[in-house]
């Protein structure tokens, strides 16, 4: 695709409740990154993938968190059992390869947990 | 792993004028951008920049690898230049972001 592109935009879940939320990548990029960035906060790493391969889970916040790669292509960060301390925006970027190109970032899905 | 500092965290500006953020980096670094986070919340890309001198427009930036900094100079500000400017560099495979410079361009 032209862009990164995120599913949803918007997501409002209660408390409890499982979430995924996708990211499609630019075409041809094989390293792909989660963030979290919290109201008014900066970027927390949570994970990236080179092609399906996930080397660093170790900023997954919680065992709740999961994330996968298919096909070097579409990502999925699945939350479990959402807290609302899990409420944040959720970006994606992806790059040619790993650490040592340009990254492009999604417009993020902004997670709220009531 | 490496710490990345951004100064000064907030900078109110008057339209017109020319300012300078800073980037530090605790350890040595595969590459280094500079994003501008605009009020909705989308990441635009402003520089790659590993090392050396690059300028687009009113905008340029300066990193100095070997020092362990980057400069992103922003001359004739605009109030549409208002948001928060991030750097991020990248070792090991990731990439670490600074807490940003929030920047106020008044009218």
């Known amino acids: 695709g032209a862009g990164v592109s995120q599913s949803p935009s918007n997501k409002v879940t209660e408390k409890g409740k499982d979430v995924e939320l996708r990211c499609d990548p630019i075409?041809?990029?094989?390293?792909l990154y989660w963030y979290r960035q919290s109201l008014g906060q900066g970027l927390e790493f949570l994970i990236y993938?080179?092609?399906?391969?996930?080397?660093?889970k170790s900023g997954l916040p919680s065992d709740r968190f999961s994330a996968e790669r298919t096909g070097g292509s579409v990502s999925t960060l699945t939350i479990q059992r959402t807290q609302q301390e899990d409420s944040a925006v959720y970006l994606c970027?992806?790059?040619?390869?790993?650490?040592?190109?340009?990254?492009?970032f999604g417009q993020g899905t902004r997670l709220t947990v009531v | 792993g490496i710490q990345v500092e951004q100064s000064p965290p907030d900078l109110i500006l008057q339209e017109g004028a020319n300012s300078t953020l800073r980037c530090n980096f605790s350890d040595s670094v595969n590459n280094l951008q500079w994003f501008h986070q605009n009020p909705w919340g989308q990441l635009i890309n402003l520089f790659y920049i590993p090392s050396g001198t690059k300028q687009n427009g009113r905008l340029s930036a300066t990193t100095v690898a070997t020092e362990r900094y980057s400069l992103l100079y922003i001359s004739s500000s605009q109030t549409t230049d208002s948001g928060v400017y991030f750097c991020a560099a990248t070792r090991d495979d990731k990439i670490i972001f600074g807490k940003g410079t929030r920047l106020h361009i008044l009218p």
């Open positions: 993938f080179q092609g399906n391969s996930a080397p660093d």
């Open positions: 970027a992806s790059s040619f390869v790993q650490g040592g190109t340009e990254a492009f």
């Open positions: 075409s041809g990029h094989t390293a």
